[in-house]
């Protein structure tokens, strides 16, 4: 959905103080309080010098007009989480100078209507206010819901002050009742990742062909199929009786007795559970229901592929915008996000995730595409845009870091011994060279485009830009080695050996 500014703005002054573009699509509102009963004016000219390194997207003087400094395409520095900012609308409130911090009544009128104008723009028909932070953090919104968060979750302060924060279920209710909707609702549990590491031919490479058969069977060109394989590949390694990480634990089961289970009835919560489960890691209650009724039906176990396909494609026709734009895709990655953002909706659906994933999918792209009977692509040539090729990884990794940092989709890829950096493949030519424009535009004049084979992704994300709690994970699991090498290994990769060190300690504490 392309990003609209509120006609109700009175006033503009744009601060220079954003991120540009927002990564994550707009799906929560964060009211503060100013902490004085000023103008917009007042507000502009707060934010507009660089020094003050702090922005919001609106304000409401205490006449309630309203002001606009970050238009909402951009990420505004508001509320001490970029987590927050790069998917809220942020809006301060003129109130007064000591708690609760009260706002003027005509100030609290137009931030009810500001945030039903927001959420009309942003295709919601839904303000929620879940009222508990972890709870909140926590939430997938469900297509068409906007949630309220507050600023005193990330920071040690009191916005937006005791006289809002006990209005926000009133603003949420008000707010949804103007937009048609009503405010109960349960919130979905979050699902997690589940998958860290690229595909490789495994035991699941028959399942691999089997979806992809499947989903070519009917009717959808590779590009959507290999994006909605590499999403299930990052939520179940495609193992269609993959029970969710952290719930074997949990329940004492592996995929395999749970399954077993649940076929012979002999565990009775599979539906409410809160589990992610199969292909896709359904998790949530109504849609494990329809799982198993489907199952049921069609006399197989709930860890059947092809059972399981049936049902995602039964489902997946319940989701016409997805679908559309399945139909749609040019690139894998449009294909992908379609899928990450519209079916699956996981809590964290920004760059990396997007990255990682249409990355997955890049890899059954080049090991599939054009390669099936059923049908045959009409062009089969895919033109890749290529920034370098490096012999020692930690070379391709700079030049990736490089190319992402200047907004560009990138990925490397490994064809035979060298590390290539590429931004996308293409099938229309044209596309292609307007990528190549772009990249040369951006400082890049190596760039080139190629139509030599796939290698296989081997990152989406530039090494030294893994974090702490992803490189402890991969100290466990033994992949930096032990004492003085894991030491160097880590170093000389650019990483603070002590902060991951002591993250691995509070891991295995
Ligand atoms: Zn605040």
Redesign the pocket.
């Known amino acids: 959905m392309a990003y609209t500014n509120s006609p109700m703005v009175a006033y503009t002054k744009l601060s220079p103080n954003h991120s540009g573009q927002r990564t994550h699509s707009i799906d929560r509102i964060t009211p ?2 100013v902490v004085g009963q000023c103008s917009v004016e007042t507000l502009g000219n707060i934010f507009y010098p660089t020094s003050k390194q702090a922005s919001c997207q609106y304000g409401i003087g205490a006449d309630g007009r309203v002001g606009m400094y970050v238009e909402e395409k951009n990420r505004s520095w ?2 001490s989480s970029k987590e927050n900012d790069q998917r809220a609308i942020t809006i301060e409130c003129a109130s007064d100078t000591t708690s609760p911090y009260a706002f003027k009544d005509i100030v609290y009128q137009t931030l009810i209507k500001l945030c039903v104008d927001i959420c009309k723009r942003n295709g919601k028909n839904k303000l929620l206010w879940l009222g508990d932070k972890s709870k909140t953090l926590a939430y997938e919104p469900k297509e068409g819901e906007m949630v309220l968060t507050v ?1 005193r979750w990330y920071a040690n ?1 009191s ?2 002050g005791d006289w809002m924060h006990a209005r926000m279920g009133d603003l949420a209710a008000k707010v949804t009742a103007q937009l048609g909707g009503t405010t109960t609702t349960t919130p979905e549990p979050v699902k997690e990742e589940t998958q860290t590491v690229t595909p490789v031919a495994t035991s699941t490479s028959d399942n691999e062909k089997t979806i992809w058969d499947f989903l070519k069977g009917k009717g959808l060109n590779d590009f959507a199929v290999a994006g909605i394989m590499g999403n299930l590949y990052a939520e179940s390694g495609l193992r269609p009786n993959n029970l969710q990480n952290t719930y074997e634990k949990k329940l004492g089961m592996t995929d395999d007795q749970y399954t077993a289970a649940v076929d012979k009835g002999t565990y009775g919560n599979f539906v409410k559970d809160s589990a992610g489960y199969g292909l896709a890691q359904w998790t949530y209650w109504s849609r494990k229901q329809a799982l198993l009724e489907f199952a049921k039906a069609a006399g197989k176990s709930i860890g059947d592929l092809a059972m399981q396909l049936d049902f995602l494609w039964k489902e997946l026709q319940t989701y016409t915008g997805t679908m559309k734009l399945l139909k749609a895709a040019e690139s894998v990655k449009a294909a992908s996000n379609a899928i990450l953002t519209g079916y699956e909706k996981p809590a964290d659906q920004g760059t990396s995730v997007q990255n990682k994933r249409a990355g997955y999918g890049v890899t059954y792209y080049d090991k599939y595409a054009g390669k099936t009977t059923t049908t045959l692509s009409a062009s089969g040539t895919l033109y890749r845009v290529q920034v370098g090729a490096f012999s020692k990884k930690e070379n391709a990794d700079k030049q990736l870091a490089a190319v992402q940092a200047k907004g560009f989709d990138s990925f490397i890829t490994k064809v035979g011994n060298l590390y290539k950096v590429q931004v996308g493949a293409y099938s229309v030519k044209s596309n292609a060279d307007a990528q190549l424009n772009r990249l040369k535009a951006a400082g890049f004049s190596d760039a080139f485009i190629t139509t030599a084979g796939a290698g296989t992704v081997v990152a989406t994300t530039p090494a030294a830009t893994k974090t702490v709690e992803e490189l402890a994970r991969e100290v466990i699991a033994g992949k930096w080695g032990n004492g003085d090498d894991r030491k160097k290994a880590l170093t000389d990769a650019g990483y603070d050996y002590s902060a991951v060190q002591q993250a691995v300690n509070s891991i295995l504490a």
Request: net charge positive.
């Open positions: 503060h309080c508001c509320t600023h302060k916005c937006p």
